[in-house]
Nanobody, 129 residues
Framework: QVQLVESGGGLVQPGGSLRLSCTASGFRVDISAIGWFRQPPGKDREEVSCISAIDSTTSYADAVKGRFTISRDDAKNTVYLQMNSLKPEDTAVYYC??????????????????????WGQGTQVTVSS
């Protein structure tokens, strides 16, 4: 069974930090690109970050560049999203998914466009004072 499970969300004050985890079962994250996505209240889901399987190349949405870092631990079959300097506009449900990364010349279709992608259940991140 192919499955992704997110964890690590919660309530933090502006300027605070959280680390989200995405743990995979049924496949290895070192052979599948993984992306982080978020859906703010009342808005469409958007891509936040992506990490390739082959060489760990990463990409970030402009809104999070310099603040968020995506990484992968193959031994734990887990992808992380370290979120620093959090802002109220970062409030959203955060999801991980199998995906193509935008910098990939061979497969660049986002999980937002690929019906075969596997999604986690999501974890809530709330940034508020």
């Amino acid at each position: 069974q192919v499955q992704l499970v997110e964890s690590g969300g919660g309530l933090v004050q502006p300027g605070g930090s959280l680390r989200l985890s995405c743990t995979a079962s049924g496949f290895r994250v070192d052979i599948s690109a993984i992306g982080w996505f978020r859906q703010p209240p009342g808005k469409d889901r958007e891509e936040v970050s992506c990490i390739s399987a082959i060489d760990s190349t990463t990409s970030y949405a402009d809104a999070v560049k310099g603040r968020f870092t995506i990484s992968r631990d193959d031994a734990k079959n887990t992808v992380y999203l370290q979120m620093n300097s959090l802002k109220p506009e970062d409030t959203a449900v955060y999801y991980c998914a199998t995906t193509g990364c935008p910098f990939d010349d061979y497969y660049s279709d986002s999980a937002l466009e690929d019906e075969s992608s596997t999604w986690g259940q999501g974890t809530q991140v709330t940034v508020s004072s």
